[in-house]
C-alpha cells in the first residue's frame, strides 16, 4: 500500500485549522490551528508540520456558495493556495468545503462542548472533515 501524505486545511481569515493522516490515507485527524498573524510567520508554522510530517500534497477547503459558484472569500483562498503551494513548494488539491464548519459545530455540540470556547477546535476539526472528504474519494477512485 502506497504511504499518503497529506495536509488538510481549513484556512480563515483569522486561523487556520491543520489535519494529517495516518500514512495509509483512511483517517484524517485534526493536528493544530494556527492564528494568521503575518504572512511570514504562517508560511513558517505551516513549513514546520510539512517537514515533520514530511508532506507531500496540500489539500484546501474551498468555500463554494450553497449555489454552486465561488464568491469573494473563495477567490481569496485560492490567491492564497498558490502562495503557499510556490512558498513550500508543494501541489494542492481544491476540496468542496461547504458545510464542513457546520458538521464540525454539531459533532461539539452533540459532545457538549462549548462552540464559544473552542473556536480553534471548530478549525481543527472542519480541516479534518475536507481531508477525510479527499482521502474517501481517492479511495473510491482508485478502487
Known amino acids: 500500500m502506497e504511504r499518503v ?42 513549513r514546520q508540520i510539512v517537514v515533520d510530517r514530511q508532506i507531500e500534497i496540500l489539500v484546501i477547503g474551498l468555500p463554494y456558495s450553497m449555489d454552486g459558484t465561488l464568491g469573494k472569500q473563495a477567490l481569496h483562498i485560492q490567491k492564497f493556495a498558490a502562495t503557499i503551494s510556490n512558498a513550500l513548494a508543494l501541489p494542492y488539491e481544491f476540496i468542496d468545503e461547504r458545510l464542513t464548519s457546520f458538521e464540525a459545530e454539531e459533532s461539539m455540540k452533540a459532545a457538549r462542548i462549548s462552540l464559544q470556547e473552542n473556536k480553534e477546535l471548530i478549525d481543527r476539526k472542519a480541516a479534518a472533515i475536507i481531508l477525510q472528504q479527499w482521502l474517501d474519494q481517492r479511495r473510491a477512485t482508485r478502487a
Open 5 to 46: 501524505a497529506a495536509l488538510g486545511l481549513d484556512v480563515g481569515q483569522k486561523r487556520i485549522g491543520v489535519a494529517g493522516c495516518d500514512g495509509t490515507g483512511l483517517i484524517a485527524t485534526g493536528l493544530t490551528t494556527i492564528r494568521r498573524k503575518s504572512y511570514p510567520q504562517t508560511i513558517e508554522e505551516l
